[in-house]
T-cell receptor, first 110, second 111 residues
Framework: QQKVQQSPESLIVPEGAMTSLNCTFS??????FAWYRQHSGKAPKALMS????GEKEEGRFTIHLNKASLHFSLHIRDSQPSDSALYLC??????????FGTGTSLLVDP | DMKVTQMPRYLIKRMGENVLLECGQD?????MYWYRQDPGLGLQLIYI???????SEGDIPKGYRVSRKKREHFSLILDSAKTNQTSVYFC??????????FGPGTRLTVL
């Protein structure tokens, strides 16, 4: 059964800083990797996803994937107070079941 | 506008009572999910539905059952609710297992 672990559990960064969030997965057959963001009291919402090794950038957000090391990460450039939220990483193989990590709670201090 | 709705948003029940949580989506997604979210445990998959009357257990199905009679509607039923089923329940939908769209959640308290 897929296991997904996130680090750190929580993080405080100053406004304008680079934020790096990490995720490891256990199933080497995983094909799809995603980050979701959940503001307090709200629903999780998909942020970014990646299928193949390398990196993908969308605005201030970059996702890195290294399948050989069973690791992917999310980097937020110029972090803003509105980025404060719970970040959930998730991975799956070719099926429909997505396994989520337990989340990293990010606080961006203005 | 792509939307997943959940009813009710808040619910308080007594132990042993039956609970019905309802979810709807307007995107014609064939796949729908029920999760529960507890502090420190992330999102745990209860059931997944691949289409009408095609449901499969997730990681924590014990104490729950589901019903899907129309593609746009997915129900979660707790028969004789227990206090350890107090949680926030999220419904989600996706097209062919891709990006999941989540509803606003139902906060259930079982006393």
């Amino acid at each position: 059964q897929q296991k997904v672990q996130q680090s750190p559990e929580s993080l405080i960064v100053p406004e304008g800083a680079m934020t790096s969030l990490n995720c490891t997965f256990s199933d080497s057959a995983s094909q799809y990797f995603a980050w979701y963001r959940q503001h307090s009291g709200k629903a999780p919402k998909a942020l970014m996803s990646i299928f193949s090794n390398g990196e993908k950038e969308e605005g201030r957000f970059t996702i890195h994937l290294n399948k050989a090391s069973l690791h992917f990460s999310l980097h937020i450039r110029d972090s803003q107070p509105s980025d404060s939220a719970l970040y959930l990483c998730a991975a799956k193989n070719m099926g429909y079941k997505l396994t989520f990590g337990t989340g990293t709670s990010l606080l961006v201090d203005p | 506008d792509m939307k997943v709705t959940q009813m009710p948003r808040y619910l308080i029940k007594r132990m042993g009572e039956n609970v019905l949580l309802e979810c709807g989506q307007d995107m014609s997604h064939e796949t729908m999910y029920w999760y529960r979210q507890d502090p420190g445990l992330g999102l745990q998959l209860i059931y997944i539905s691949y289409d009408v009357d095609s449901n499969s257990e997730g990681d924590i199905p014990k104490g729950y059952r589901v019903s899907r009679k129309k593609r746009e509607h997915f129900s979660l039923i707790l028969d004789s609710a227990k206090t350890n089923q107090t949680s926030v329940y999220f419904c989600a939908s996706s097209f062919e297992g891709a990006e999941q769209y989540f509803g606003p959640g139902t906060r259930l308290t079982v006393l």
